[in-house]
C-alpha cells in the first residue's frame, strides 16, 4: 500500500494529547475530574512520563485542562464552539522552541563547566556587569532578550575557547528568537521573571566558585526549567503573544 510521504509524522505526545482531547470532547472525562497521574497514564499509552507532560501541556494550551501545583491536571471543559486550537505553524513552532532548547542544555551545560574552570577574574567582572544591566532591564520593564544573550555569549567567552562562542553566534538566531518568547512568557509572571533571576545567579556563583559540576547543573536546570515554563503557558498566550513573537522573528 502506498502511503503520503508529505504527510507529517503524528508524535506520541501529540497522539496522547489528541486521544485525551477526545474523551473531554465525548465526556468520557468531565469538567472538573482530575485526570490519571502521569505514571498512570505513561503505563496506559506505553509511552514516558515526559511525552504525558508535553501532551497535558498541549491541552493546556488549548483551555482543555487546567494544572494545580501539587495536585495535577484537571479538566477544565469540552472545547466551546468559539474555541480554536492552535495553528499548526505555531504548533510546529512551539515543538521547534523545545527542541532548541533540549540543544542549548547540552552545549550550555559543557560550556558553563569549562567557563568555571577556565574564566578569569576579568571575565567574572564583564559577566557580572551584564548581569547587572539585564537586571536593570528587566526593571525598566524591557524585554531583556539582548542582554540575557550577551550574558550567555559572556560565559562562553570565558572557556577561552573559540569554538565555543563560535557555535553560540552559529545559533544566534534560533535562540534570539527562542529568548523573546520565553521571556514575553516568563514576564507574563513575577513568579517566572524571580525564578530566571536566581537560575542567572545561580549559573554565575558556579562559575566564580569554579565549580565546573555546579556549573554544568545551574546551566542544565536553567534550560529544563525554561521548557517547563513553556509547557505551562496557555492557550491565550499562545494565540497572542507568543504568537505574536513568532510572528514577529519568522518563527523557529
Known amino acids: 500500500m502506498l502511503t503520503d510521504r508529505s504527510a507529517p509524522v503524528e508524535r506520541r505526545s501529540e497522539r496522547v494529547a489528541r486521544m485525551l482531547s477526545e474523551r473531554i470532547t465525548h465526556h468520557e472525562l468531565t469538567p472538573g475530574s482530575k485526570l490519571p497521574s502521569e505514571s498512570a497514564l505513561a503505563g496506559h499509552f506505553g509511552v514516558s512520563r515526559g511525552v504525558v507532560r508535553e501532551a497535558i501541556a498541549m491541552l493546556k494550551a488549548e483551555g482543555l485542562v487546567e494544572t494545580l501545583q501539587g495536585s495535577g491536571a484537571y479538566v477544565r471543559s469540552a472545547r466551546p464552539a468559539s474555541a480554536r486550537p492552535l495553528d499548526q505553524l505555531t504548533r510546529a513552532s512551539v515543538r521547534s522552541l523545545l527542541d532548541l532548547i533540549t540543544v542549548r542544555g547540552v552545549i550550555r551545560g559543557e560550556m558553563a563547566a569549562v567557563a568555571a574552570l577556565n574564566r578569569t577574574a576579568a571575565q567574572l567582572e564583564r559577566i557580572d556587569e551584564a548581569l547587572d544591566r539585564l537586571g536593570r532591564a528587566e526593571m525598566d520593564g524591557r524585554s531583556g532578550v539582548g542582554e540575557d544573550r550577551e550574558f550567555h555569549a559572556l560565559v562562553a567567552e570565558a572557556t577561552g575557547n573559540l569554538y565555543w562562542s563560535q557555535l553560540t553566534e552559529t545559533l544566534a538566531g534560533s535562540i534570539t528568537i527562542a529568548m523573546a518568547v520565553t521571556r514575553e512568557n516568563e514576564a507574563l509572571r513575577r513568579d517566572f521573571a524571580q525564578q530566571v533571576a536566581l537560575e542567572h545567579r545561580e549559573l554565575r556563583d558556579a562559575i566564580a566558585q569554579g565549580n565546573p559540576e555546579r556549573a554544568r547543573a545551574a546551566a542544565a536546570q536553567h534550560m529544563s526549567a525554561a521548557a517547563e515554563r513553556i509547557r505551562s503557558a496557555d492557550r ?17
Open 236 to 252: 491565550e498566550f499562545w494565540n497572542k503573544g507568543g504568537a505574536r513573537v513568532l510572528e514577529l522573528h519568522g518563527g523557529t
